[in-house]
């Protein structure tokens, strides 16, 4: 799919099927920590603290971006 472009293996974590190809893992969920990471960063780029619960299933910087921009729109932008 390209999403890997200009990298070099041992920056990314290449899965076949049911496994880990290029490296061994530091924790057993560590996909799952990384996914984690991932929303808390993008969410923090509303440059404000989060009230609330966030429920992400399966999502990538795009759907997290375009949520944090949905809630931009919608309830800052509003106040200023």
Known sequence: MGLAE???MNNFILIDKD???NTTLRFP?????HKILDVI???YLLGRPIRGRV???KTGHTD???M???IKDT????KT
């Open 6 to 8: 200009g990298g070099r």
């Open 19 to 21: 496994r880990i190809i």
């Open 29 to 33: 969920e560590e996909l799952a920590r």
């Open 41 to 43: 960063g993008d969410f």
């Open 55 to 57: 429920i992400a299933q």
């Open 64 to 66: 997290n971006a375009k």
């Open 68 to 70: 944090v921009n949905m």
């Open 75 to 78: 309830f800052l932008k509003a």
